[in-house]
């Protein structure tokens, strides 16, 4: 739908985020281009699901911005937000799946909130998405009778229900055995690819990260700022940063920047 | 929208195919096919295969491709070859996405219906599981509670003082104002009967008998019942939702110990306590109206003295005992036996509430009904 050129989709200026006193990440400033799989990436407790979840409106920044499409997020009033957070998907970390409606229910919901589509056609839509991500037949099975893998799968069709520009994701792999988390892998790209939107993933499975992403950011907890921004597999030979280096070889590559070594083979 | 021409078109052609071109923008609202339509057109013409051409497409996203899967559900049901052409690149790949796994055949049984819900069978099996499972929970807790006397339990005391607080102390606002409302009702109530025979004084014999026997302690145990009951299983369910209900069995330690035990003896220790404090506000709200009735506050407490007797107090007391067992288990079982999601923690709450209130009325009945055999 879209051209692939580089064009600046979502732009992090100067943002610093804070619970009260207590700094977060600070000095962020990164762009993240339309149609790219950009995995935001860091140890335990640095701030990555802080950042998303300042992406997604859900907390305000101490300072800075974040634009889409040139436009300030931040700065725009309530009714703005909401019409720029209808064309985004989420899936959440837990799914937040609703407990309480059938899969067909869940993904239906924002079909009637906010199109025009008869209720004929949001089943065809909803068998549809379902299908998309492998569920077909589901739509009656409730969020508790299906497992974790099926759960995330669900969740993802809930948040493709709207064909959103942008698709946020919370560790998406989380508690999935390799082979669904390959398979949920498979389905971003796919998806990605074919209807052209920009994606957005906090992980840090490394396997996922270097099958799909095609840009980075690595949040730092130690110095509280962003270290490094490229692509994964060129920050994983060449950054000058070792913490990265480490990170993205499971810590056993300590060595020297300038020898790419070849031992992450798995790619 | 713009274009106007946007839908399908179903040809017969000479080899028995049935050619459907697309055209125009397929965009949600445009209304651009329904498949309901095609489907008759179908059925009509019973093709041996069907050929979608989309060379005549504008914009299009998901009631294209939901429209395409019907399609292609469609052929696969009645055994027609499906092929696609001149379809934009991302459509194709996505049909062939959403194609790629079975649709999942329902293998469990249809979900009942609500009129099944009110099959007497159902009823009655679902009473009994009820029973059994409260029956278990009961066992349970004596054996938890066998070993507390025995020494050797893994009840921590900090657990129940923090419990002893939340069902004690913190429950005094809403206790005094029920109480003293309740103390009124009883005193208005029995005023309006007694002026007829000009023995206005006794209300403070009424509402003194009424209060300590019944209604202090019975408005306490609704309120605890909706306050510290229904908090009881909230606090449980979601325990099991976080799986530290597992964790915690996990370890060795008996959930029924470690978690049902506190629980239970603070709001053993706590109604009788909070009762006496009700009766007592319940008095001072009937003598408030008795007041209003021209009745001087000495009147009303040497009459209140003459009606207080050890065993009205000993009626409302033990009753509270028991509403307070009967208020923890309830609240307790909803909430272990809860499942594992947020309708469920909710579920679990309400029936921890409606079971505990049934079940203080008829304990309440059954009780009066001893107490007035024995003429105690």
Same mark, same amino acid.
């Given at each position: ?41 860091? !140890?335990?407790?640095?701030?990555? +699901?802080? %950042? #998303? ?5 859900? =907390?305000?920044?101490?300072? &800075? ?109 989380? !508690?999935?055995?390799?082979?669904? +988390?390959? %398979? #949920? ?5 796919? =998806?990605?690819?074919?209807? &052209? ?71 | ?376």
């Amino acid at each position: 739908m879209t051209t692939p050129a580089p064009e600046v989709h979502i732009s992090i200026r100067d943002l610093t985020m804070a619970y009260g006193s207590f700094v977060i990440q600070q000095d962020l400033c990164f762009d993240i281009n339309r149609g790219d799989i950009f995995v935001i990436m860091g !140890g335990s407790g640095c701030g990555k +699901s802080t %950042l #998303l979840r300042h992406m997604l409106g859900l =907390l305000a920044p101490a300072a &800075g911005d974040i634009l889409y499409s040139g436009q300030s997020f931040t700065l725009a009033d309530e009714q703005a937000q909401h019409a720029m957070r209808r064309r985004w998907g989420i899936t959440y970390q837990s799914g937040g799946m609703f407990s309480a409606m059938t899969l067909a229910e869940n993904v239906a919901l924002p079909l009637q909130l906010y199109t025009p589509c008869s209720r004929g056609e949001i089943a065809d839509i909803v068998a549809y998405k379902l299908a998309l991500v492998g569920l077909a037949g589901y739509q009656q099975y409730y969020p508790a009778e299906i497992s974790g893998g099926m759960l995330k799968r669900a969740a993802l069709a809930r948040a493709i229900a709207l064909d959103p520009e942008i698709l946020f994701f919370d560790e998406p792999s989380a !508690g999935l055995d390799p082979i669904s +988390s390959r %398979l #949920l892998d498979d389905l971003i790209l796919e =998806l990605k690819e074919s209807t &052209g939107a920009t994606v957005v993933l906090v992980t840090h499975e490394l396997p996922s990260i270097f099958a799909i992403a095609t840009n980075a950011v690595y949040l730092d907890a130690a110095s509280r700022t962003m270290i490094a921004y490229g692509s994964p597999t060129e920050l994983r030979d060449h950054s000058d940063q070792a913490v990265v280096r480490q990170f993205l070889t499971r810590g056993s590559n300590p060595g020297e920047p300038t020898e790419p070594a070849a031992r992450s083979g798995n790619e | 929208m713009s274009d106007s021409s946007a839908g399908f078109q179903l040809v017969q052609q000479s080899d028995h195919s049935a050619l459907l071109t697309l055209s125009g923008d397929w965009l949600q609202g445009s209304r651009a096919g329904s498949f309901a339509a095609l489907s008759q057109q179908l059925h009509q013409a019973t093709p041996e295969s069907l050929v979608v051409d989309g060379a005549g497409l504008g914009q299009w996203d998901s009631t294209l491709a939901a429209f395409l899967l019907r399609c292609h559900n469609h052929c696969r049901q009645e055994g027609i070859p499906f092929t696609t052409r001149n379809l934009p690149a991302g459509t194709d790949k996505l049909l062939r996405l959403a194609t790629a796994v079975e649709p999942h055949r329902q293998t469990a049984e249809p979900r009942g219906s609500w009129l099944a819900a009110l099959n007497p069978l159902t009823v009655v099996a679902r009473s009994t599981d009820f029973i059994r499972e409260s029956l278990a929970f009961t066992g349970e807790l004596s054996i938890a509670l066998a070993r507390l006397v025995a020494g050797n339990s893994n009840t921590r005391f900090e657990d129940f003082r923090h419990f002893c607080y939340q069902a004690g102390p913190e429950a005094l606002g809403i206790i005094s104002l029920t109480s003293v409302l309740v103390g009124m009702i009883l005193a208005y109530l029995g005023a309006v009967q007694l002026q007829q025979f000009g023995a206005e004084v006794y209300v403070a014999n009424l509402v003194t008998i009424g209060i300590l026997r019944e209604m202090g302690v019975l408005m306490t145990a609704v309120v605890m019942a909706g306050r510290t009951g229904a908090a009881y299983a909230a606090q449980l369910g979601t325990m099991q939702t976080n799986e530290e209900i597992d964790a915690i069995t996990t370890m060795g330690i008996s959930p029924m110990e470690f978690l049902v035990l506190p629980r239970f003896l603070a709001l053993l220790v706590a109604m009788p306590l909070l009762t006496l404090y009700a009766d007592l506000l319940g008095i001072v709200g009937g003598g408030i109206v008795a007041g209003g009735m021209g009745i001087t506050p000495l009147q009303y407490i040497s009459q209140t003295e003459q009606a207080l007797a050890i065993h009205h107090l000993a009626v409302g007391l033990i009753k509270a005992v028991v509403f307070a067992l009967l208020i923890a288990v309830a609240g307790c079982r909803a909430g272990i036996n809860s499942g594992r999601s947020s309708a469920a923690v909710g579920q679990a709450a309400t029936e921890a509430v409606v079971t505990a209130i049934v079940y203080l009325i008829v304990a309440d009945a059954g009780i009066n009904i001893i107490f007035q055999q024995i003429r105690f």
